[in-house]
């Protein structure tokens, strides 16, 4: 009894140093809550805690993992929200009186359009009190103007003088064999053109049908377009020789159609018309399909020179050449015609015939 008595006494420092230690570990730390789970219908109840009521003095002397130390503890998380909050970017408008803005400044908008234009304030005066080129105020003004009118002339207002021999070719079909040419030239302005056109036809036996030449003054009214006036002259070896007053339009269609409409007006009184367009299908860059249709009309019969009123003549043509340099071309092709109207009848008359269908070997060119 003694013994015992002496051990439990011997122990009681020992146990009282124990728990003086292990409260000293726990001082100061706050158990963590119970961690906060999705949101529940119902409020579940804590769980309860294994360790409630035990005499954790008993534990004494265990070699527990020790806890480890938390590193918020004794911080003010208060403060630290505040601090890791992304700060609030000041209002730079702050402070200011929005409705004096509603005056600004007096910009004209779509709103101050009148007749569809926005009313532009005009240049003051001062703007208009030295001359129209600065460079006069330097140097000499007749020598200015001089060299305005030669940078002009070098830019764009030079003349130029052109060739082009459209066709110039051989047939050959049921009919006798034939030849035939179309050239045309001008020189002139971007604007103003003197322009001249010729063709004709005749049988290869040398017997020359028709020759026809005109002389034009021709003026540009859009891009790709000029209207023309002037004189044409048709020599024909078998008959009387006609002058024509000709007024007419040629240009560049959309999709690049090369088009041209004239009528003529005799020194008798008789009046013809003239269509014709053509295009260039380019197969390759050297290579180019090139059709083309001509109509001939007439207002009224002319017996002297074989034709009726109304539709006259149709020709169409497929020709194929192949561009050996831009300015040359040889080509082949085919080409059918026929006469409608009282002018076949006249062809019927004369022992030709109204249609003819030609396989035509030529040549295109310009300088």
Known sequence: MNRALLTAV??????????????????GHAMPATPVTQ?????QKPAADPDAGH???GHAGHTAAPAQADPHAGHNMGAQASQTAAPAQADPHAGHNMSAMRGGPNIPTSVDAVGGRLVET??????????????????????MAASRQLLLLENGGMGSTS???DKLEAGFGDAPNSYGWSA??????DINRFWWKTEGEGESKGKLHEVEVQALYSRAIAPFWDVQAGVRHDFRPDGEDTTHLTAGIQGVAPYWFETGAALYLSTEGDLTAHLEAEYDQRITQKWILQPSLEVALSASDIPELEIGSGLTSVTAGLRLRYEIRKEFAPYVGVEWSRSFGDTADYARARGDRVDDTRFVIGIKAWL
């Open 163 to 165: 060739l082009f021999i």
């Open 39 to 43: 949101a529940q219908p119902k409020a």
């Open 55 to 57: 005499n954790m003095s």
């Open 184 to 189: 045309f030239g001008w020189t002139g302005g």
């Open 122 to 143: 005009p240049p003051p005066a001062p703007a208009f009190a030295n001359p129209a080129h600065a460079a006069d105020l330097l140097f000499d003004p007749a020598l």
């Open 10 to 27: 011997a122990a009681l420092p020992l146990m009282l140093a124990a728990n003086t230690a292990l409260a000293q570990s726990h001082a």
